[in-house]
């Protein structure tokens, strides 16, 4: 192994981590920042791996204003709420994701 891979992060957590603190800083004090779809979609996963639910559900709704009608977090969500015996309102979300993306191989096994 060289020295350049020894003792270095995996980028990717380290994008991560200034994600997460630029949103953090965002709830805290109130400002608009710009985040794209794929920050978002990271952000969630982010939380939902640490089980930070409510986080991971404020993540999803900023991104619903944002990018309204994104399969991705209107999947996420019917998970969560699926987790949380909201199988009303997960199906309702599926129902609509459906539209979007009919045969998206997560949204047919959620459902």
Not at 22 to 51: G, K, W
């Given at each position: 192994?060289?020295?350049?891979?020894?003792?270095?992060?995996?980028?990717?957590?380290?994008?991560?981590?200034?994600?997460?603190?630029?949103?953090?800083?965002?709830?805290?004090?109130?400002?608009?920042?710009?985040?794209?779809?794929?920050?978002?979609?990271?952000?969630?996963?982010?939380?939902?791996?640490?089980?930070?639910?409510?986080?991971?559900?404020?993540?999803?709704?900023?991104?619903?204003?944002?990018?309204?009608?994104?399969?991705?977090?209107?999947?996420?969500?019917a998970?969560?709420?699926?987790?949380?015996?909201?199988s009303?309102?997960?199906?309702?979300?599926?129902?609509?994701?459906?539209?979007?993306?009919?045969?998206?191989?997560?949204?047919?096994?959620?459902?």
């Amino acid at each position: 192994m060289n020295e350049e891979g020894a003792d270095h992060t995996n980028p990717g957590e380290d994008e991560i981590k200034q994600l997460v603190q630029r949103f953090e800083q965002m709830l805290e004090q109130n400002l608009n920042l710009f985040f794209d779809s794929a920050e978002l979609e990271d952000l969630v996963e982010y939380y939902i791996d640490i089980n930070n639910i409510p986080v991971a559900l404020k993540v999803i709704g900023f991104s619903e204003n944002r990018f309204p009608n994104t399969p991705f977090f209107i999947i996420r969500k019917a998970q969560i709420f699926s987790a949380q015996n909201k199988s009303h309102d997960a199906l309702n979300l599926l129902n609509k994701a459906e539209v979007y993306v009919p045969f998206n191989y997560e949204l047919l096994m959620t459902k």
